[in-house]
């Protein structure tokens, strides 16, 4: 056992021999691997052959004429491996580049829809003019679980993201809480009474749900702990379709306030009090990456904008 805990043979593992592993198991044939990664069919077996002798496993079954060849266990194990080395090597030649570029430079920001629209615009207005040499570039999701990702790549210094987050190599600060509503056409009996209804109530009304939000899935398991399941009747990742099917009668609503325009006189807002718990908004990156001194900038310049986020009026 050498001083950082690999055995000598793992010493000669490169990473050419994982990117081979990965391409053989996605594309099937040694041969149509070695033809996307520009080597010879003979180089591919080559390698895999010195990788499986380094980790003393067979790697991928080879079963014979037209058939595809399969990873085995062990190859499974030591792929899912290689894409997180492979992560992170994209994050350390995103780091460099930070690096190279000093204060000036990209700063990529991941952000969805609600906060891109009533959060992002007076935030990066104040930023720029602090830090006018950053050229900020956005990357919009309806999933933050994709920009989480795509923090981890490397490939966005920055995400807005809903907490908690999955576990990973990531920090992140909570910037303010997103209360849940009901949102009902104009003149509902529902929007009429003194009290916000219950969730069972609601569960005689149709809903309109987003599709991929994690939040959404909250929301749904709640409903049915108030008896059943609720009954979706559209789905859109759309804020502005989910209002305006609700405006139209199709169904009701349970969403974040920040994704609800309010102005709107065809639709009306409901507090539902602690029925479903806030929406928890905040900002992540990536825990082992170098953060420039603009991204620093950014988060702190978000979390005192956050301080003072009027929720209703954003």
Known sequence: MSADGLTSPWLGLELRHLVAL???????TFGRAARRLGYTQSAISQQIAM???IVGQK??????????????EAGELLLRHADAIAARLQAAQADLAALDAGDAGPLRIGTYQSVGAKVLPQLLREFSGQWPQVDITLQESADDGELVRLVERGELDLSFVVLPLDPGPYEAVELFRDPYVLVVPAGSPLAARGRAPSLRELLDQPLIANRTCRTTTRVEERLRLAGRDPHIAFRSDDNGTVQGLVAAGVGIAIVPRLTVDETDKAISVVDLGDRVPPRLIGVAWHRDRRRTRAAEAFVELASRHASGVDIAAA
């Open 51 to 53: 990788l499986e002798r």
């Open 22 to 28: 990965k391409a053989i198991a996605e594309e099937g």
């Open 59 to 72: 790697l991928i079954e080879r079963p014979g004429g037209p058939r595809p060849v399969s990873l085995t």
